[in-house]
């Protein structure tokens, strides 16, 4: 069953643009993995957040990819010396 998630994310100001393109490396590593479907990258219009999403053919396949983004230094599941808040995520199933 594909899995997904869709994440908001809530970078200092002065570091979207840092926040921003490690996100879109944690996204091409997520390109390369097995059961991957789709990421994206957006950022509000206003810059106050980033939403990140994705999709996997399984869950199972998105908690591998997940492990690659640790490896680049992203953390899923806490907030990162760049973010002021912590992050909103929101895992989701194919219905």
């Known amino acids: ?9 809530y970078p200092a100001p002065e570091h979207v643009e840092e926040f921003l393109g490690r996100c879109h490396q944690v ?3 997520s390109r390369t993995q097995p ?3 789709s990421v994206d990258v957006w950022a509000t219009a ?15 396949a998105f908690r591998a990819a997940a ?3 640790r490896e680049l230094g992203a953390t899923p599941d806490g907030l990162s010396d760049l973010e002021v808040r912590p992050r909103q995520v929101h895992f989701l199933v194919s219905r």
């Open 27 to 29: 996204a091409e590593a």
């Open 35 to 37: 059961g991957f479907l």
């Open 1 to 9: 069953m594909p899995f997904g998630f869709v994440a908001f994310h």
């Open 67 to 69: 492990g690659i983004a």
């Open 46 to 60: 206003d810059g106050d957040a980033v939403v990140t999403t994705g999709a996997f053919e399984s869950e199972e």
